[in-house]
């Protein structure tokens, strides 16, 4: 079955964020003074494989597993398990790669295809100001462990930021000269309400972060991607691994949007640049899960927005628990 929404978009990746926790303090997704805990009804491993289930029934192609950080659950090699064994071949975690090195051989073992690691510096004190007290080192060995057992591709996330780490720019866009490294530039979205103004002077276009790029290496090599990812992917001139950039601010793809994203809270959002979430913990405790989560499943898709809200606005959720 192929799944699509009231605007012809193919529904076919979901994002299941297993815990709000996170031991990083990164500024544009956990606001000071914000700590989170695992709610009480958080998704457990049948839980997951529920939502896999219904997922698969309607045509489901890729999992990704986000947070908060991930591999603070325990029990994320057996989510991972269970994706494989529902016939998912593209499973993926998002993560800080802080406890990477330590459980990657578990999550190989249950099946894990590729990881998308958060960079959002090179230099130490950079990465430390952004992630409120991180230590890069412990990033860089969890990024070393993914490139030694061979999974791939490795991408690396940064958000930038203006003030913050918009000098990172051109060494990390320099780590896919010789390395099979595929760096990707975020838009700095307003999900952590920081004040408006603040937010506003702190906002870098992607096309501005690419003429930073352009400006050392020269015109950038386009990239042939999937119309449905969010990156639009270039090459430096003979780099090995390449550099793309997402602009859901200045360039919404909100068109060719395939995702939905169920919340460690049991709530799925159609969208996230808007504020509608649908509490489906109802489905999770049917007497027949499977068939309730795939009858959620079509009315968030039905309920899917044509368009996201870019624009700085107070959210009840902020990144952190939402997933990301």
């Known amino acids: 079955m192929r799944l699509t929404d009231r605007y012809g978009r193919l529904i076919k990746d979901l994002r299941i964020s297993v815990t709000p926790r996170c031991n990083y303090h990164c500024t544009y997704c956990h606001p000071l003074g914000m700590e989170m805990a695992d709610p009480p009804g958080t998704v457990s491993v049948e839980d ?21 950080e991930p591999l603070v659950r325990k029990e994320l090699p057996q989510m991972v398990a269970v994706a494989r064994e529902l016939g998912i ?24 295809r590729r ?4 960079l959002d510096a090179r230099d130490p004190e950079v990465f430390r100001q952004i992630t409120r007290g991180g230590r890069i080192e412990e990033v860089w060995d969890g990024i070393e462990a993914v ?3 061979g999974l791939h591709p490795v991408k690396l996330n940064a958000v ?23 760096m990707r530039f ?10 408006f103004e603040e937010y506003k002077r702190q906002f870098i276009p992607g096309r501005e972060i690419r003429a930073m790029i352009e400006a050392r290496f020269g015109a950038l090599e386009a990239v042939p991607t999937d119309p449905t990812s969010p990156a639009r992917v270039f090459r430096i001139p003979g780099a090995e691994g390449t550099v793309g950039f997402i602009n859901p601010v200045s360039e919404p793809f909100c068109a060719n ?16 640049l808007t504020e509608l979430e649908l509490d489906i913990a109802w489905a999770f405790s049917a007497d027949n899960p499977v068939e309730a989560l795939v009858d959620a499943i079509l009315m968030a898709t039905d309920r899917k927005p044509a368009f ?9 959720r902020v990144m952190l628990g939402i997933g990301g």
């Open 186 to 195: 975020i838009e700095y979205m307003h999900l952590n309400n920081a004040p």
């Open 308 to 316: 996201g809200n870019t624009l700085p606005t107070r959210r009840e």
């Open 160 to 182: 930038v930021i203006r003030g913050m780490n918009d000098g990172e720019v051109v060494p990390l866009a320099e780590l896919t000269l010789e390395r099979p490294l595929h």
């Open 48 to 68: 997951v494989k529920n939502f896999i289930q219904a997922g698969v029934l309607l045509g489901a192609e890729s999992i990704r597993f986000t947070g908060g």
């Open 147 to 149: 490139l030694e057992a």
């Open 257 to 272: 949007c395939s995702r939905l994203r169920l919340t460690s809270d049991k709530k799925i959002r159609p969208c996230l």
């Open 89 to 112: 071949d593209d499973v993926a975690v998002t993560t800080n790669a802080t406890a990477l090195r330590k459980r990657l051989p578990e999550l190989m073992e249950a099946g894990l």
């Open 115 to 118: 990881v998308n690691i958060s």
